[in-house]
């Protein structure tokens, strides 16, 4: 009999090898990144995962503020898409529906309860880095000369009055993620 807590060689050679998948988008590890609650304002909740991505199917673990859970689900690599739950250690399940578009996986998760809570999310590959946040200055273009192209400052506050937006108004809610 094996000892509990000790690999036994010979059970490792009868479970199946799983085929990890090739697309980059979706490596196998590490992950981290966030999600958002409406009543938190745009706070940022973070989360720390360990995936698997085999033949259209998501696995793993990880945890956050409200504790540690464990999730599964499918991702298509066609679309992108994933959805998944994310099922906390006795407490509650959250659904979460989102795509993968090279820079992480972002979109809403949502609690069905007497009420539907939701909000956004957005993870990544633990590498990868947060894909939210700007490029360094080095790496950014060169700014366009404006007056070299014939634009001038009051041409920009013409195209704001017109439009009837401010860029200081912001009408996000909790369904909207920020990038």
């Given at each position: 009999m094996a000892t509990p807590g000790k690999r036994n060689p010979k059970n490792d050679d009868l479970?199946?090898?799983l085929k990890l998948e090739t697309d980059e988008r979706f490596p196998s590890g590490e992950w981290e990144g966030f999600f958002l609650m409406g009543h938190t304002g745009m706070k940022r909740h973070l989360m720390e995962l360990m995936l698997t991505f085999s033949e259209g199917k998501i696995t793993g673990e990880g945890r956050d503020f409200v504790g540690e859970f464990l999730l599964s689900g499918r991702y298509e690599v066609e679309s992108g898409r994933c959805i998944w739950n994310k099922k906390y250690v006795r407490k509650h399940?959250?659904?979460y529906d989102g795509?993968?578009?090279g820079k992480g996986i972002f979109g809403r998760w949502e609690?069905?309860?007497v009420i539907t809570w939701h909000g956004g999310f957005l993870i990544w590959p633990k590498g990868m880095g947060d894909p939210t946040k700007h490029r360094r200055r080095a790496e950014a273009?060169?700014?366009v000369?404006?007056?070299s192209r014939g634009v001038s400052e009051s041409d920009f506050a013409t195209v704001s009055a017109a439009s009837g937006e401010s860029v200081?108004?912001?009408?996000?809610d909790d369904t909207d993620v920020p990038f």
């Open positions: 479970k199946p090898k399940e959250v659904s795509f993968n578009e609690i069905q309860d273009d060169a700014p000369d404006a007056e200081m108004d912001s009408s996000l």
